[in-house]
């Protein structure tokens, strides 16, 4: 009975250690300014982005700026000469259109679009409501104008969109000289002939748990196609109780497919087959024997061979695999191998050059992550095309003839923040690397129509975002367009994050954090620390860019310093910065992060080192667990929010791509299941009983170890919620946990009689 009441109770059986309660914290003040800091900062920061509408000439371009009270002024930019000036005279435009229709207009909020100005700059044309008009700018005069339906369509901004991480054929059924079908039957796949209508069978060996499928890839010729034969994997459930339904007064049962590691999975292998005669051409798999997936599959032009990317399970083997047309004899043209993993998600690349016959590949094979020009007959490589003690973050465009790669890197500035992204080009050799941005901060660009010019947009948590125009062959500076305005931020009392480093583990190694205080601190008092953790090897996770709002600091208003730190086992730095992860989630960087906030407290004394707590949610609501199982003596609260508790229970390819495979003991003695029994410290537990991303009984089985080690916690299940428990009353919980348990303050009651009443909603209908 007890644990059935666990599902939808709240427990709060924690004897509350002594915590001296700290004078004007976590006040009814202090929830009442945090409960308001998201309203009170929107809306205050201006002149923030540029969004540049190119003109016909491709060297000037228009934008707006919006400003305070609603206003807006219209900006009119020569990127050729690097002049910046007023599009045009606002308020001789206001009181043209006034008089041409007899409506009230004011220069400072003009309500008009689509501008286009002549070459001389002395025509502007632009629409403004139903109508378009034509201004004289000599005059300002206005006539209204028809755009000439030839006229060519104005061009608006051309942000680069980065190609497509997989360049594989897609699959079709019909020949590309439109003579051949495949189809489905009892799962083999037949061929008929359209002129005729014959059938002729393919495939004879497929059957209900290894059968193909219609995804057939044909070489360009049509003689020949390759087709995928799947083994099926294990069937695994999961089941999820929706205990109140908004339709019904019965719960509800949901089950879903979900993979966990370990399962067995299906195991998909490609087939060569010829058309004329139907046969197939046997193709040895001793090169792709476990396949997690087999993706890419793409023809030759010439259609003298078909390749593909084996991605073996366990993900320490990436192959690039070439399949000779005739004979079926497979060769790998590249081998990429790993002790580790191999990070295909966030750190693979592929490009073909036919016409050169050459292939570009990403790889950390030299302990960064950088790419590499290959030989596409011989699968040598030609030589290292970037190079250096930092690491490429993703390709942007690739000039097939004029051999240039255009790319995203980070840590490629000595003395900056490695996390921040900068924009490069260089050429295939590895010669004339060029960064196209230098600002101290994290960078986004945007390109002109002809990619002669680039807008360069740049901020850090500490610093407003600037926006400059710089020449895209070499980056050089032609001009600062924007500079935001934060002055109404400000006057709010916002008070900028603090990027602090302090040394890792191993005395030598950076790690970058952020500091969020209270707008009210007081340097003579002693605050809680509060970490938000979240240690996914996927990424990195401490912000980087500006923004008026991070809902740390809406956490510190009631009295806590709030920090975020990316430990070693995160992405982003050299592949031994990444490795610490590798079967060792449980680390979680959690020794940097002690680190990091003991130096960080050295600097700032009013850090009390005594009351640190952490939170997290999904994977940082594992590692906020792990953190007062492992660390007790540091860590004395901890809010652990639909955390992937036992890897063993979450989805199976994010925890065999860290965890490894095949399942070892490893999983178990960093599950904290297996150490929930160690548990000293405070404890809230939260999760969504519809939670599709981590299992919710991941949370439960903490609980029944908690409850069978005799260890007291708090429970919170929310009916009806996926991860993330999305909703204030959750985020509510957690705040009032660390200002019951870190500040020795009871939050207010919103039970009590003159509390705010929520009215409630009807779920069901009467009787």
């Known amino acids: 009975?007890?644990?059935?009441?666990?599902?939808?109770?709240?427990?709060?059986?924690?004897?509350?250690?002594?915590?001296?309660?700290?004078?004007?914290?976590?006040?009814?003040?202090?929830?009442?300014?945090?409960?308001?800091?998201?309203?009170?900062?929107?809306?205050?920061?201006?002149?923030?982005?540029?969004?540049?509408?190119?003109?016909?000439?491709?060297?000037?371009?228009?934008?707006?700026?919006?400003?305070?009270?609603?206003?807006?002024?219209?900006?009119?930019?020569?990127?050729?000469?690097?002049?910046?000036?007023?599009?045009?005279?606002?308020?001789?435009?206001?009181?043209?259109?006034?008089?041409?229709?007899?409506?009230?207009?004011?220069g400072t909020h003009l309500s008009i679009d689509d501008l286009d100005f002549s070459e001389d700059g002395t025509?502007?044309?632009?629409?403004?409501?139903?109508?378009?008009?034509?201004?004289?700018?000599?005059?300002?005069?206005?006539?209204?104008?028809?755009?000439?339906?030839?006229?060519?369509?104005?061009?608006?901004?051309?942000?680069?969109?980065?190609?497509?991480?997989?360049?594989?054929?897609?699959?079709?059924?019909?020949?590309?000289?439109?003579?051949?079908?495949?189809?489905?039957?009892?799962?083999?796949?037949?061929?008929?002939?359209?002129?005729?209508?014959?059938?002729?069978?393919?495939?004879?060996?497929?059957?209900?748990?290894?059968?193909?499928?219609?995804?057939?890839?044909?070489?360009?010729?049509?003689k020949k196609l390759v087709a995928l034969r799947t083994k099926k994997g294990q069937e695994h459930k999961v089941y999820l109780i929706e205990s109140s339904p908004r339709d019904q007064l019965q719960p509800k049962l949901h089950s879903f497919d979900y993979l966990k590691p370990g399962d067995r999975i299906p195991i998909t292998k490609p087939h060569l087959f010829a058309v004329n005669p139907c046969k197939e051409i046997p193709v040895k798999d001793e090169l792709f024997p476990n396949p997690w997936s087999i993706d890419e599959i793409r023809w030759a032009p010439d259609s003298q061979r078909f390749t593909f990317i084996y991605n073996q399970r366990g993900h320490q083997v990436l192959r690039l695999i070439a399949v000779d047309a005739a004979s079926?004899?497979?060769?790998?043209?590249?081998?990429?191998?790993?002790?580790?993993?191999?990070?295909?998600?966030?750190?693979?690349?592929?490009?073909?050059?036919?016409?050169?016959?050459?292939?570009?590949?990403?790889?950390?094979?030299?302990?960064?992550?950088?790419?590499?020009?290959?030989?596409?007959?011989?699968?040598?490589?030609k030589n290292q095309i970037t190079k250096g003690p930092w690491v490429v973050r993703g390709v942007d465009h690739v000039d097939d003839q004029g051999r240039q790669i255009w790319f995203r890197a980070g840590g490629i500035h000595p003395g900056q923040d490695p996390y921040h992204v900068h924009y490069c080009r260089i050429n295939f050799d590895g010669s004339g690397l060029v960064c196209l941005t230098d600002g101290d901060g994290t960078h986004n660009i945007a390109y002109s129509p002809d990619r002669r010019f680039l807008l360069d947009t740049y901020s850090r948590v500490d610093m407003a975002p600037v926006t400059e125009l710089r020449r895209a062959t070499d980056g050089q500076y032609i001009c600062e367009l924007e500079r935001a305005d934060i002055s109404a931020l400000v006057k709010t009392g916002w008070k900028a994050p603090e990027r602090f480093v302090a040394k890792g583990r191993d005395g030598q190694t950076d790690i970058y954090g952020v500091l969020f205080r209270p707008t009210t601190l007081h340097e003579d008092k002693k605050y809680p620390i509060i970490e938000q953790i979240y240690a996914g090897p996927q990424g990195a996770f401490v912000?980087?860019?500006?923004?008026?709002?991070?809902?740390?600091?809406?956490?510190?208003?009631?009295?806590?310093?709030?920090?975020?730190?990316?430990?070693?086992?995160?992405?982003?730095?050299?592949?031994?910065?990444?490795?610490?992860?590798?079967?060792?989630?449980?680390?979680?960087?959690?020794?940097?992060?002690?680190?990091?906030?003991?130096?960080?407290?050295?600097?700032?004394?009013?850090?009390?080192?005594?009351?640190?707590?952490?939170?997290?949610?999904?994977?940082?609501?594992?590692?906020?667990?792990?953190?007062?199982?492992?660390?007790?003596?540091?860590?004395?609260?901890?809010?652990?929010?639909?955390?992937?508790?036992?890897?063993?229970?979450?989805?199976?390819?994010?925890?065999?791509?860290?965890?490894?495979?095949?399942?070892?003991?490893?999983?178990?003695?960093?599950?904290?299941?297996?150490?929930?029994h160690k548990l000293q410290g405070k404890l809230l537990l939260i999760v969504g009983e519809l939670d599709r991303n981590v299992d919710p009984a991941s949370t439960m089985q903490v609980v029944n170890a908690l409850i069978k080690a005799g260890k007291d916690f708090e429970l919170l299940v929310v009916p009806g919620a996926g991860h993330g428990t999305p909703g204030g009353y959750a985020r509510r919980r957690e705040q009032d946990f660390f200002v019951r348990h870190l500040l020795g303050v009871e939050p207010p009651d919103r039970n009590a009689p003159s509390a705010p009443v929520k009215k409630p909603v009807s779920l069901h209908a009467p009787g």
């Open 1 to 106: 009975m007890l644990r059935y009441r666990l599902l939808f109770t709240i427990l709060v059986f924690s004897s509350t250690a002594a915590v001296r309660p700290v004078p004007g914290q976590g006040t009814a003040a202090d929830y009442e300014r945090a409960s308001k800091l998201l309203d009170l900062t929107q809306k205050k920061v201006f002149k923030d982005r540029v969004d540049p509408h190119w003109l016909a000439d491709k060297r000037r371009f228009w934008y707006r700026n919006d400003l305070p009270g609603e206003a807006r002024e219209f900006i009119l930019v020569d990127a050729a000469k690097g002049e910046r000036k007023l599009a045009f005279d606002h308020a001789r435009l206001a009181a043209a259109l006034a008089q041409a229709t007899d409506e009230k207009q004011r």
């Open 123 to 222: 025509v502007m044309r632009f629409r403004a409501g139903d109508n378009r008009w034509k201004c004289d700018l000599k005059n300002y005069t206005l006539t209204k104008d028809a755009a000439p339906a030839s006229a060519p369509p104005v061009e608006k901004k051309d942000r680069d969109k980065p190609p497509r991480r997989w360049r594989g054929e897609r699959p079709r059924p019909s020949s590309p000289d439109g003579k051949w079908t495949v189809l489905l039957k009892n799962h083999n796949i037949y061929l008929r002939e359209r002129a005729t209508g014959k059938e002729s069978a393919l495939s004879q060996d497929g059957n209900a748990d290894e059968g193909y499928s219609e995804r057939v890839f044909w070489s360009p010729d049509s």
């Open 328 to 381: 079926g004899a497979a060769r790998a043209i590249i081998d990429e191998q790993s002790k580790t993993f191999i990070d295909y998600n966030s750190k693979f690349f592929l490009h073909y050059l036919d016409s050169t016959n050459e292939i570009i590949w990403m790889s950390e094979r030299d302990g960064w992550n950088h790419l590499y020009l290959y030989d596409g007959a011989t699968g040598q490589v």
């Open 543 to 676: 912000p980087k860019s500006f923004r008026a709002f991070y809902y740390p600091q809406q956490l510190a208003e009631l009295g806590f310093i709030v920090v975020q730190i990316d430990g070693m086992g995160t992405n982003y730095r050299s592949k031994a910065f990444h490795d610490v992860c590798w079967k060792n989630l449980g680390d979680a960087g959690l020794p940097d992060r002690i680190l990091w906030i003991k130096a960080a407290a050295a600097k700032y004394p009013y850090m009390d080192l005594r009351r640190i707590g952490i939170y997290g949610g999904s994977a940082g609501g594992q590692s906020a667990l792990r953190a007062v199982l492992a660390y007790p003596d540091f860590y004395k609260a901890a809010s652990a929010n639909c955390g992937c508790h036992d890897n063993r229970m979450d989805k199976i390819w994010w925890n065999e791509l860290w965890m490894g495979w095949p399942v070892g003991p490893h999983y178990a003695e960093q599950s904290n299941v297996t150490n929930a």
